[in-house]
């Protein structure tokens, strides 16, 4: 138990350490100012106040999306609407945000309700598919997220634009719907208290609820599950419901504290972000917002390097493209643990018989 | 005699840490059956993979005709003239026999496969090694001593000189070993050199030259069977004296517990597998349902347990029909089961022992603490269940498929038998674990039994079936073919004339079963 958590542990860290390596040898073959391109990328967030805020502020969306994704793939549901349910739960939210008009106290929790209200039903369509007729949640759930983005823009677009603003915006949310901010010349909001919120309270719900504990075994093996009398189809309903609600209540979260009129074109993406953070995180709750800081934090640097040297900020693709490919590699390092395997093998049976193995 | 092949100081870990072969010298005639024996557990698959290229061993070497080689994909054991016969078949069911033994190397005709030159080929060869089979057969039609046959046939096709049996005798009938020890027999005058895996020592006796014993991982032996006794091998095998008598009292059979009635099942491509099977399971007995595997056993106990829909016949336990109830429903209602595959249905491997343990009752007030678990209690609970069945394991945190298979199949036993079931349908309770779990499993069966549970045993071991059941049931073609109140009155060859359905017993004689 303890040796595989040190296993993937030092695999997730070798897995930086050559994606960072790679794009070290991009910067210096691309750039004509590589040392300062790479500090910019590495430590340019921890440079000032605001920038180390950006990281944070960018951590909360992908924390919800993170901790969305991750209790879906717990239960093995491939579901990744996370994306759409996040767009609509933002949509649900400038809807209550412009058209009520309440005393904060309540306005404020109503539309992440709201949010998170809608992101739970929409996730359920996938869900249903599949526990009626075993259709894939990847393919419904992908195509979903076109439908609900652009009935998403539809409703912002055609019921809340504002024509005046002179772009595609949608009127200004009442000011008693947005979260405060937390810290004067930032942007980072009371959302980042929600989010440790839900991490604490998914952590519990997985690993210390027989909900929780459903989950896990469906997804650990499905036929164990249905074989001990767990209800494997209702299961597979609520983790993806669950998974849209937290993905939802990130949509509104992120809308009210960053923004005070709904501004997205397109689809945000962080929900496809979400997957990412997932699977870093190994799917555990406690392990999102390490993984959502890490991706965050290589984000903003990158853009710092983009906007001060030569070097475009797209090399983070590279670092994420290398670091999941190399963690979902099942084989990759195999052989070390292998040898690690066999080297205690070794030991104990030396204990155990007196050495007539080695 | 020529030494053909050489194994010398293998070692092998598997990941999950289990050290199967500790420095092993293996060594074979030509032309010589050679068994190599031990207790499930013992390494025996685990050395024969490794000979034919299918794991790498951690150190050692293998040597053919005194020439070493590596052997590192079955490709190249073929190309050395190597061929296995897995203890679970590799077979395409779907596919007829000349097609499955010409595979990847089919004949072809302008790109196509040549059908016709297929069933040549293989009419060819089965008549050349007189191994009578049907070539344009399904496979997933044929009995299982045929597609044992079909496997020898596509291992002899790609010219094996050396050919490996997995404990090929385990899932045939008396007459059927006898068959087949005919053919290996020819086999043996025709040049070729076999390994015969087994831990039936009276076959061992029987049709072996030479054997070797493994225990532990390691060889602790190799004789001239001649010169060795059952005893002594047996001794070797398990390291010390064992009794394979079942100490069981005589049982007091009570009310009824479980009827089935009229029970019928078609399956998928229309074949009836259960035909009008009726028969009930009387509280304090154990029921044995005898018969070679795929005669409808499966298709019977995932209806009872509710793992398959059905919707001809009823089952009815005390008295109440149960047709549409869910599992939960009926494991509530008192069904234990004991699947027949530990890793499929059985355990999550990668979830802790302490959270298999709970798997069916974790929604138990007593497991719970408001919404949250009770950890306290699961741990408790835990320790006292690893503890009464002898799990061997560092905590109950550690994951189940660190276990070896005895303790893996403890962590099942454990669950089901805690539960106080009324019914308990225990599928292949033993298959594939050691001597010590098997006894252990044996006692905690008829302990259950003494205290009023009804037990529906199926066992594809005659050995074990005769030895636990109070009475018995044989199965062939998806009928009950024959019952036996009376175990002391029947001998292993008389049930296997029944199991290959050469006999079967009056429909009157059948009834009785019914109790009623
Ligand atoms: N693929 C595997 N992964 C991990 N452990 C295994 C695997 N195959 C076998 N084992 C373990 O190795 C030991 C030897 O198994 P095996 O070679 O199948 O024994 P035998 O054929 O003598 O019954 C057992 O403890 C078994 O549980
Ligand atoms: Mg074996």
Redesign the interface.
């Known amino acids: 138990m303890h040796r595989e958590v040190l296993f993937e542990i030092v695999r997730t860290a070798v897995a930086i350490l050559i994606s960072l390596f790679v794009v070290f040898l991009i910067v210096f073959l691309v750039s004509s100012q590589p040392t300062e391109a790479l500090s910019k990328f590495l430590i340019g967030p921890l440079s000032k106040v605001r920038y180390f805020s950006n990281v944070l502020e960018l951590s909360i969306p992908l924390i919800f999306n993170g901790l969305a994704i991750s209790i879906m793939f717990q239960a093995k549901q491939f579901n990744i609407g996370a994306e759409g349910a996040f767009f609509m739960g933002a949509v649900a939210a400038t809807v209550v945000g412009i058209t009520m008009n309440l005393p904060r106290i309540i306005h404020l929790p109503f539309a992440i309700i709201a949010g998170s209200f809608i992101g739970g039903i929409l996730l359920f369509i996938p869900a249903i598919l599949k526990s009626k007729w075993n259709a894939s949640e990847l393919v419904s759930s992908l195509m979903l997220n076109y439908i609900l983005y652009y009935f998403g823009i539809f409703i912002i677009n055609y019921y809340l634009r504002d024509v005046n603003a002179g772009y595609m915006v949608s009127y200004p949310l009442n000011s008693s719907v947005l979260l405060p901010k937390l810290m004067v010349g930032t942007r980072l909001h009371y959302g980042i208290f929600i989010a440790i919120a839900m991490i604490i309270i998914m952590y519990y719900f997985l690993y210390r609820t027989k909900w929780g504990y459903a989950i896990r075994m469906t997804g650990l093996n499905e036929k164990f599950a249905e074989y001990v009398g767990i209800n494997v189809k209702k299961v597979i309903l609520y983790a993806q419901i669950i998974g849209g609600i937290i993905a939802g209540m990130g949509g509104a979260v992120e809308l009210l504290g960053m923004y005070t009129r709904f501004e997205w074109q397109k689809l945000p993406g962080y929900g496809w972000d979400g997957i990412i953070v997932a699977i870093l995180a190994r799917n555990n709750p406690l392990l999102v917002p390490v993984a959502a800081f890490f991706l965050s934090y290589i984000r903003i640097g990158a853009d710092l390097m983009a906007r001060m040297t030569d070097v475009p900020s797209e090399v983070v693709s590279v670092i994420q493209a290398l670091v999941i490919m190399l963690i979902a590699a099942e084989s990759f390092m195999a052989k070390w643990r292998h040898t690690m395997v066999v080297k205690r093998a070794k030991e104990e049976f030396y204990v155990n018989n007196g050495g007539s193995l080695q | 005699m020529k030494e053909i092949l050489k194994m010398q100081n293998i ?1 092998k ?1 598997y ?5 199967a072969n ?2 092993v010298n293996f060594s074979v005639n030509e032309g010589e059956i050679h068994a190599l024996v031990g207790e499930n557990g013992a390494g025996k698959t685990t050395l024969m993979k490794i000979l034919f290229g299918l794991e790498q061993p ?1 150190e050692g070497a293998i040597y053919l005709n005194g020439k070493k080689v590596s052997i590192n994909s079955p490709f190249i054991a073929i190309k050395n003239g190597i061929g296995m016969v897995h203890q679970h078949f590799m077979l395409v069911p779907s596919l007829t026999v000349a097609e499955n033994i010409v595979l990847g190397i089919e004949p072809r005709k302008r790109g196509f496969i040549d059908f016709k030159k297929a069933v040549e080929i293989t009419e060819e060869l089965a008549q050349k090694y007189n191994l009578k089979v049907d070539a344009k057969a399904v496979v997933r039609d044929l009995p299982v001593g045929m597609k044992q046959k079909v496997e020898i046939l596509k291992a002899l096709l790609r010219g094996a000189k050396i050919l490996i049996l997995d404990e090929p005798t385990a899932v045939l009938t008396p007459q059927e070993t006898e068959e087949l020890f005919e053919e290996l027999l020819r086999l043996k005058e025709k040049g070729h050199t076999i390994i015969f895996i087994s831990h039936k020592l009276r076959e061992v006796k029987q049709i072996s030259d030479r054997v070797t014993i493994m225990r532990h991982g390691k060889n602790v032996g190799v004789f001239k069977t001649s010169e060795v006794t059952e005893q002594d091998i047996s001794k070797l095998m398990v390291g010390r004296d064992v009794v394979l008598k079942i100490e069981k009292t005589q049982h007091k059979p009570g009310e009824v517990v479980l009827e089935v009635k009229n029970l019928t099942w078609i399956n998928e491509w229309g074949k009836p597998t259960l035909k009008n099977v009726s028969f009930s399971v009387r509280s304090g007995e154990i029921l044995g349902v005898a018969g070679v595997e795929g005669n409808g056993q499966r298709e019977l106990v995932e209806i009872i ?1 509710g ?1 398959r829909k059905f919707d001809k016949g009823d089952l009815l336990l005390d008295g109440k029909i149960i047709n549409n109830l ?3 429903e ?3 209602l008192g069904i234990s ?1 004991i ?1 027949e595959d530990r890793m ?9 022992i302490a ?1 298999n343990l709970i ?2 009752r ?2 138990k007030r007593e ?2 603490h408001g ?3 009770n ?1 306290r209690k699961i741990a408790s609970f835990s320790k006292y269940l690893i503890e009464e069945f002898k799990i061997q394991c560092s905590s109950f ?3 189940v498929k660190m276990l070896s298979g005895g303790n893996i199949q403890k962590v099942v036993v454990a669950r089901e038998f805690s539960s106080g079931p009324k019914l308990l349908i225990a599928d292949q309770p033993t298959r594939g674990i050691d001597v010590g779990a098997t006894e252990l499993i044996h006692k905690k069966i008829i302990e259950l039994r003494d205290r009023g549970t009804a037990v529906l045993l199926i066992s594809a071991d005659l050995n074990e079936i005769m030895e636990l059941s109070d009475t018995l049931i044989v199965m062939f073609g998806g009928e009950i073919v024959a019952y036996f109140d009376d175990l002391s009155k029947v001998t292993e060859e008389e049930l296997g004339t029944y199991m290959l359905g050469l006999k079967k017993q009056s429909y009157e004689e059948i009834r009785r079963v019914l109790y009623a």
């Open positions: 070692t870990v990941p999950n840490g289990i050290v500790k420095r951690e347990t793992l869910s599992i939960k009926r494991r509530e089961y699947p499929v249905y059985g355990v999550a491997a990668e979830a802790s959270e798997a069916d974790f929604e497991f719970n919404i949250l678990t950890i945190n550690q994951k």
